[in-house]
C-alpha cells in the first residue's frame, strides 16, 4: 500500500516538475532551449551521490553485522547509482556539444564523475569475480566505503588539476527565481523517484533471495 | 611482542624471501625497463616531447610496475599457503596489513632507487633531483597504501591478476595526477616552494588511505 501511495506522489511530482521544465520556465538568454537540460543532469547527478552516499552507509552496516538486509540496501542503490552516473554523463555530453562544441572534455568535473562511474563499476565487477556471493558482498563492501571517502579526494584533485565547467551557481544565488524553483522541484521529483525505485528493488532482490534458499543454492 | 616488534617480523619474512629469489624486484625491474623503451618507440626522440610527456611516462611506468608487484605480495603468499599462516598467527590483522605494505614500499622504493637513474641515464632527463624524489616518496607511499588493501582482496578472487588495476587505478588516481603535476614541476626545475601545494595534498592522501586501508584490512582477509 505505502508503495503505491509512494508511486502516486512521485508521477504527480514528476508530471509537474515536467510542466514546469518544458512550460512554465523560461529560456535561458544565452544558451536557449538546450539550458532545459540542466533540470534534469543536475538532479541525477545528485541522485548519484545521494545514492553513493547509501551505498556507503549500507557497506559500513554490512560489514559490522553481516546481514544480508545490508548489502541488499546497497547492491540496489549502487545500481540505481551507477544508471544515474551514466545519465549525469550522457546528459551532460548533450549538453556540452552545442555550448563547448565538443562532446567531451578532460575538465575537472566531467573527470571526477568518470572517475566516480569507473570505481562503482568496480563495485559490480569485484562480485562477478568473487565467486562466493557472500565474498564478493563483503568485497563490495570495502570499495563501496573506500570509493565513497574517495570521492571528495577526486574532486579536489581534478579541480586542483583544471577546471572549466561553471561554477555552481545554484549555491551564489545567480539562478533566476522561476529557474530556481524548477530545478528544485525536479530534484524533489527525482529523489522521490529514487526512493521508489530503491524499494523496489530492495523487494526484487529479496524475492530472487527466497527464490535462490527455495531452490537450494546458498547465499 | 610490541606493535612494531610484530609488524617487523612480517616485513622482514618478505624481504629475506625477497632476498632469496628476487623474483618480484627483478621481473619488475626488467618489465620497467620493457616499459621505458616502448614509450621511446612511442614518442620518438625529439627533445620537447620527451620533455613534455616525461612526468607523465613516469608515472605510468611506475602505476604499472606497482601494480605488477603489489599483485605479487598475495600471490605469494596465497600459492605457498602461507596466508592461512599469517591469519592464524596471533597478531591483528592490522599488523598483517602494515607489515605487508611496508614489504610492498621497500620493493617498491628499489625499483625506483634503479628506474630513475636509468630514466635519467636514457632519456637525458634531470628526474633525481630531490624535489622529484621527495614527490615519488609521497606518491608510492599513497599509492602502495591502497595497492596493499586491494592486493589482498584481489587475491581472493577469480581472475586474480586482471581485478587489481580495475578496483584500484580509479581509487587511487588522485595520488597519479598530483604525481604527476609534481613530478612536471620538479623536472622543470621548480623551487621547494612552488611544489608546496602539491606536497601538502599528496601528504593529505596519504594519510587518508593508510588511515582507511588500516582500519578496513581486517574485513579483507577475514574467512
Known amino acids: ?219 | 611482542m610490541s606493535f612494531w616488534r610484530k609488524v617487523y617480523a612480517i616485513t622482514r619474512k618478505d624481504v629475506l624471501a625477497e632476498l632469496r629469489t628476487k623474483e618480484t624486484v627483478s621481473a619488475v625491474l626488467v618489465f620497467t625497463l620493457l616499459v621505458i623503451v616502448i614509450f621511446n618507440f612511442a614518442f620518438g626522440t625529439q627533445r620537447d616531447i620527451i620533455e613534455k610527456v616525461a612526468s607523465g611516462m613516469l608515472w605510468v611506468t611506475f602505476a604499472f610496475a606497482g601494480v605488477l608487484s603489489l599483485n605479487r605480495a598475495f600471490v605469494m603468499e596465497k600459492e605457498e599457503g602461507c596466508l592461512e599462516g599469517l591469519m592464524v598467527a596471533p597478531v591483528p590483522r592490522e599488523v598483517i596489513y602494515v607489515g605487508k605494505m611496508l614489504s610492498s614500499l621497500i620493493f617498491m622504493f628499489l625499483v625506483e632507487a634503479i628506474a630513475l637513474p636509468i630514466f635519467a641515464f636514457l632519456f637525458n632527463l634531470n628526474v633525481l633531483t630531490w624535489q622529484n624524489v621527495a614527490v615519488v616518496l609521497l606518491a608510492t607511499t599513497g599509492f602502495v597504501a591502497v595497492g596493499t588493501l586491494f592486493s589482498a582482496l584481489a587475491v581472493n578472487t577469480k581472475a586474480r591478476e586482471m581485478v587489481l588495476p580495475i578496483l584500484f587505478f580509479p581509487i587511487v588516481s588522485p595520488v597519479i595526477i598530483f604525481a604527476v603535476q609534481g613530478s612536471d614541476l620538479a623536472l622543470s626545475g621548480a623551487p621547494w616552494g612552488s611544489l608546496f601545494s602539491v606536497m601538502q595534498f599528496l601528504i593529505i592522501f596519504d594519510v587518508i588511505f593508510l588511515v582507511i586501508s588500516y582500519l578496513i584490512f581486517s574485513f579483507v582477509v577475514e574467512e
Open chain 1, 1 to 219: 500500500m505505502k508503495r503505491y501511495i509512494l508511486l502516486a506522489f512521485t508521477s504527480i511530482l514528476m508530471l509537474v516538475s515536467l510542466w514546469m521544465v518544458f512550460v512554465w520556465v523560461p529560456t535561458e538568454k544565452v544558451m536557449g532551449i538546450v539550458q532545459r537540460i540542466f533540470y534534469l543532469m543536475v538532479p541525477v547527478g545528485w541522485l548519484a551521490l545521494l545514492s553513493f552516499l547509501i551505498v556507503f552507509i549500507g557497506s559500513i552496516l554490512y560489514l559490522i553485522n553481516k546481514q544480508t538486509r545490508w548489502d541488499v540496501l546497497a547492491r540496489s542503490s549502487a545500481e540505481i547509482g551507477i544508471v544515474c552516473t551514466t545519465l549525469a554523463l550522457t546528459t551532460g555530453s548533450i549538453w556540452a556539444k552545442p555550448i563547448w562544441g565538443v562532446w567531451w572534455t578532460w575538465e575537472a568535473r566531467l573527470t571526477a564523475t568518470l572517475v566516480l562511474w569507473l570505481i562503482y563499476l568496480a563495485y559490480f565487477m569485484v562480485r562477478e569475480f568473487a565467486g562466493e556471493e557472500s565474498r564478493g558482498a563483503r568485497f563490495a563492501a570495502i570499495i563501496g566505503i573506500t570509493g565513497f571517502v574517495d570521492i571528495p579526494i577526486v574532486v579536489l584533485a581534478t579541480t586542483f588539476w583544471r577546471g572549466m565547467h561553471p561554477p555552481p551557481l545554484v549555491f551564489e544565488g545567480g539562478l533566476a527565481p522561476q529557474m530556481m524553483v524548477t530545478l528544485m522541484v525536479s530534484i524533489a521529483a527525482f529523489t522521490a523517484l529514487y526512493f521508489l525505485l530503491l524499494v523496489l528493488r530492495i523487494s526484487l532482490r529479496n524475492s530472487e533471495i527466497d527464490i535462490k534458499q527455495l531452490k537450494g543454492t546458498d547465499y
